[in-house]
């Protein structure tokens, strides 16, 4: 049984730094990008970052540019999301996101096959 399950979410104010952590049980993803998506009530998902199945290459929506770091331990079958100077408007639950398959598509939910259970960002001003 393929799971991703997300931690390090949390209530924090507006400056803090946290770091989301994604782990990834029974399959590998290490060939394959993973990626974080957001979603606040009556929103639709929304990309955040992705990576490339080596590291080599990372993708970020613009609002999260120069403040989040997507990373992953391809040892450890995890992805990380570093989010630094948070913001109110980060306040979201936060998904992980994974596939097994290629595609040179990465921004889209549509884009990934496994999704993790999401964990709670909470950022007051």
């Known amino acids: 049984q393929v799971q991703l399950v997300e931690s390090g979410g949390g209530l924090m104010q507006a400056g803090d730094s946290l770091r989301l952590s994604c782990a990834a049980s029974g399959r590998t993803f290490s060939r394959y990008p993973m990626a974080w998506f957001r979603q606040v009530p009556g929103k639709e998902r929304e990309f955040v970052a992705a990576?490339?199945?080596?590291?080599?290459?990372?993708y970020y929506t613009d609002s999260v540019k120069g403040r989040f770091t997507i990373s992953r331990d391809n040892a450890k079958n995890t992805v990380y999301l570093q989010m630094n100077s948070l913001k109110p408007e980060d306040t979201a639950v936060y998904y992980c996101a994974g596939r097994t398959y290629f595609s040179s598509s990465v921004y889209y939910t549509t884009d990934y096959d496994y999704w993790g259970q999401g964990t709670q960002v909470t950022v007051s001003s």
């Open positions: 990576i490339v199945g080596s590291g080599a290459t990372t």
